[in-house]
C-alpha cells in the first residue's frame, strides 16, 4: 500500500529523482523518460475515458491500471537484490489487450486507406493516445538497449497503440465515421 503524506520532498531539487530500488538518477535519464512518457500515456487515456462508455470505457480504466503498473515495472532496475519482489508486467495483461483488439477487428471493414486522426471526440483522443504509447514504446526500447527490461512490458506497449488504433476506429462508428487519408489531396 502507498501512503503519500507529503507531495513535495525537496529531494529531486538538484535534478535527480530515485527509482523504485532506491538508486538515484537524473531526472532526464532514459528510464525515467520511459516510465515518465508512460504516465503521459495515461493522462492521455484519462482525457479519452472523459468521452468514453460501455465496453470501451471499462477497457480504458483497466488500462489506466495496468499503466501503473508498467511504471512501476519500469523505474525498478531488472536483477541485484531485491527486498521486495517487484511488481512486473505479465503475458496475460498483452493477452488481454489481444483479445480485445481481435474482437473489435471482427467488427470492422478492412481499411482500404490510412487514417487521419480524428472524427469523433473520442476516436480523437484515442490517436493522441496511441502516438504518446507510440512514443513510450521508443524509450522503453531504447532503455532496453542499455539495461534489462521485462519483455511483457515491451509487447504491452506494442499491443497498447495497436489497441488504441482499434478502438478510435470502434469510436468512430464501427469505422463508418473513419477519416481518411487521401494521397496528395492538396496538391
Not at 470501451?56 to 519482489?85: S, T
Not at 495497436?162 to 470502434?170: C, I, N, Q, T, Y
Not at 464501427?174 to 487521401?182: N, Q, S
Amino acid at each position: 500500500m502507498v501512503v503519500l503524506s507529503r507531495i513535495y520532498t525537496k529531494s529531486g531539487d538538484a535534478g535527480d529523482t530515485a527509482l523504485g530500488d532506491g538508486t538515484r538518477v537524473r531526472k532526464h535519464a532514459l528510464r525515467v523518460e520511459a516510465y515518465g512518457t508512460v504516465d503521459e500515456v495515461n493522462a492521455t487515456v484519462g482525457m479519452a475515458r472523459l468521452h468514453a462508455q460501455g465496453d470501451i470505457g471499462a477497457e480504458l480504466a483497466a488500462i489506466q491500471n495496468d499503466l501503473f503498473d508498467l511504471g512501476a515495472d519500469l523505474c525498478r532496475p531488472e536483477g541485484g537484490e531485491q527486498a521486495h519482489v517487484p511488481l512486473r508486467m505479465t503475458e496475460a495483461q498483452v493477452e488481454r489487450l489481444e483479445a480485445g483488439i481481435d474482437a473489435m477487428t471482427a467488427q470492422l471493414e478492412p481499411l482500404r486507406s490510412f487514417v487521419l486522426p480524428g472524427g469523433s471526440a473520442l476516436a480523437a483522443h484515442l490517436h493522441l493516445c496511441r502516438t504518446v504509447a507510440r512514443r513510450a514504446e521508443r524509450l522503453t526500447v531504447a532503455l532496453s538497449e542499455q539495461h534489462a527490461v521485462n519483455g511483457a512490458a515491451l509487447r504491452y506497449l506494442n499491443r497498447l497503440s495497436d489497441w488504441f488504433f482499434v478502438a478510435a476506429r470502434m469510436a468512430n462508428d464501427g469505422g463508418k465515421a473513419d477519416v481518411l487519408w487521401v494521397p496528395g489531396a492538396n496538391r
